[in-house]
């Protein structure tokens, strides 16, 4: 019996491994840019830079310093998600990047937006970056509450999608305030910190 039952407490050790390692999406890989590769940093305000200088501290222009890439910044501040699914085609068809590092989404969980047409944007962009031969990286937002943590949407779009996600490093940021220019908003130490973990996941990924 003690036996039996060793083997069934390991067989269930083995089995929720498996389902972390498939579940894990961060870890997907990328194709290797090249390097005259375009990455397009497509979001709202965290993505622009509000609460640092904009042309020399936003998150893709320290990005396009550890990378030795062009980084677009195509952030716009206040931008929903689905201002911004209107408006991504017409980025991808201009600058033809090879990765998109999609942080979207921010402006609907502070407006209580309805949450399902949140996730349907998120695919849809997703889709439209895929199509126009781009790979694609996801930032988690958090959703407001008295504990900060990642909104559920960005992993359930990431793993349904096999999309690599960085999941905790904007709650991390928003978390410490000598990291915050505003309650929302990183400052330039705290945009470095951002690019920094996203150069991290593009070496690790195969990207760089």
Partial sequence: MRLRHLLTSWLLILNLSLLAACGDSSQASLRTLSEEAVILAFGDSLTYGTGAEHQTESYPAILAELSGRTVINAGVPGEVSREGLARIETLLTQHQPELVLLCHGGNDLLRKLSEVELKQNLTQMIQLIRQQGAEVVMLSVPKPGLFLKPSPIYREVAQSLQVPLEDNI?????????LKSDPIHPNASGYRLLAERIHQLLSQSGAL
């Fill in 170 to 178: 904007i709650v991390e940021i928003e978390s410490e305030n000598t």
